[in-house]
Nanobody
Framework: QVHLVESGGGLVQAGGSLRLSCAAS????????MGWYSQAPGKQRELVAAFISGGSTYYADSVKGRFSISRDNDKNTVYLEMNSLKPEDTAVYYC????????????WGQGTQVTVSS
């Protein structure tokens, strides 16, 4: 079992920055994707950024050049650096860690609210 704890959300003005953190506890050996999703009110949860097994990264088109995903393997922590924030980035952000080949391995954080004021 893996437990994910997120932190770092908050209220920021447009153009500002936030850094989200997701600390994992438990056995993450079987994890091969670590990512962040966003879910705005009334919308589906969407993948924002992810590390994928093999070393590649993914960014949604809407955040390319503004957001950066990183990780600290020693701390089992993944980060999302969010710069040049826009009001449309307002959402609950969820950390996710999973195994692409095993649907039983799929863990979510509790979510952290990011609100960007105009």
């Amino acid at each position: 079992q893996v437990h994910l704890v997120e932190s770092g959300g908050g209220l920021v003005q447009a153009g500002g920055s936030l850094r989200l953190s997701c600390a994992a506890s438990g056995n993450i050996v079987s994890i091969n994707v670590m990512g962040w999703y966003s879910q705005a009110p009334g919308k589906q949860r969407e993948l924002v950024a992810a590390f994928i097994s093999g070393g590649s990264t993914y960014y949604a088109d809407s955040v390319k050049g503004r957001f950066s995903i990183s990780r600290d393997n020693d701390k089992n922590t993944v980060y999302l650096e969010m710069n040049s924030l826009k009001p449309e980035d307002t959402a609950v952000y969820y950390c996710n860690m999973k195994n692409l080949l095993d649907s039983r391995v799929n863990y979510w954080g509790q979510g952290t609210q990011v609100t960007v004021s105009s």
